[in-house]
């Protein structure tokens, strides 16, 4: 099966967009602000759901490891599809850790940055394999998907913008018919 129709790869784009999004949102607005608190609360939620759906990918890859012929992968894509999960758990965690960071360290970004350059070190302490060739074809199509993520999410953020903009416009339209009618 292709990457392009493969159901994994659909939800891991949806996934790291989701996350992506939610936190880099999160990350520009203003401490302080009823918007970060409300940003702060919808990025929570989205890693809790994006912690739910990584545990079903788990589960589909745990299915496909019965027969990976079966769905047309190998054992290679099995692993591979293990550490990206295993990395989405890591950056989700990270993305927590950032948020509790920002509320203990007086909201202050200099500090947010020192507590994910920390996570970023240990986890990079921890491995004890070396890189392979696969690693490094894995991390340069992570690299693209992310360039296309993000061009994608712009492209929905001005969406969601156009969207908002026309919900104002058709809200004062309702309010002067209602308004014209008495």
């Not at 996934?15 to 409300?38: A, C, M, N």
């Not at 759906?53 to 290679?76: C, F, M, Q």
């Not at 993520?149 to 309702?174: D, F, G, K, P």
Request: aromatic share 8%; glycine share 2%.
């Amino acid at each position: 099966m292709s990457k392009a129709r493969d159901p994994f790869y659909i939800v891991k784009e949806e996934i790291q967009e989701s996350l992506q999004s939610s936190f880099h949102q999160w990350e520009r607005i203003l401490p302080d602000t009823g918007e970060q608190v409300h940003l702060t609360k919808e990025l929570l939620a989205n890693c809790e759901i994006i912690e739910w759906k990584v545990d079903e990918l788990n589960k589909t890859i745990d299915v496909a490891a019965i027969d990976p012929s079966w769905y047309g992968i190998d054992n290679r894509e099995l692993e591979s599809r293990r550490r990206w999960t295993i990395t989405a758990r890591t950056q989700v965690g990270d993305v927590k850790k950032s948020v509790v960071a920002r509320k203990e360290n007086g909201n202050s970004a200099s500090a947010m940055r020192r507590e994910l350059m920390k996570l970023l070190i240990s986890h990079q302490s921890d491995r004890s394999y070396q890189y392979s060739a696969e690693d490094n074809d894995d991390f340069i199509a992570s690299k693209l998907d992310r360039q296309m993520l993000l061009i994608e999410m712009r492209s929905w953020m001005n969406l969601v913008q156009v969207l908002r903009e026309l919900e104002v416009l058709a809200l004062q339209y309702m309010k002067n018919f209602l308004h014209r009618r008495k």
